[in-house]
């Protein structure tokens, strides 16, 4: 796989055992055996309410983080559940995503949504 390749990871599902055993794991091995270049994930819908609520799973992001994803959660949906701060405090891009994914998939990213 090309170096300049990029990979914009949409993870929506509230259901842990996608987070855990495909959205984590898949993002991490494609940031971390080098299949992408860069690798952004990206908490969307239900997911930012999941993520908020859950300590191991917040671990794990923030693991993905250190290891160079960058992690983006969509405003609006995490103020709709009310864990925008919530998910600031433990060190996320919480922005409005339409922008941003809009030009994800105008600058030619790989798009895969859970």
Same mark, same amino acid.
Request: net charge negative; aromatic share 8%; proline share 3%.
């Given at each position: ?28 091995? @494609?940031?971390?055996?080098?299949? %992408?270049?860069?690798? !952004?994930?990206?908490?969307?819908? &239900?997911? $930012?309410?999941? #993520?908020? /609520? ?29 864990? @925008?701060?919530?998910?600031?405090? %433990?060190?996320?891009? !919480?922005?409005?995503?339409?922008? &941003?994914? $809009?030009?994800? #998939?105008? /600058? ?7």
């Amino acid at each position: 796989m090309g170096n300049r390749e990029k990979l914009a990871v949409i993870w929506s599902s509230r259901d842990k055992d996608v987070a855990e055993k495909v959205v984590l794991m898949y993002t991490q091995g @494609a940031k971390m055996k080098g299949w %992408f270049s860069e690798v !952004v994930l990206i908490v969307w819908g &239900p997911s $930012t309410k999941l #993520l908020a /609520e859950d300590g191991e799973l917040q671990e794990k992001v923030k693991g993905l983080m250190k290891s160079g994803v960058k992690v983006q959660a969509c405003s609006v949906c995490a103020g709709e559940y009310g864990v @925008a701060e919530d998910l600031e405090k %433990f060190g996320l891009e !919480v922005i409005p995503m339409g922008e &941003p994914l $809009t030009g994800y #998939l105008k /600058e030619d990213w790989k798009v895969l949504s859970f």
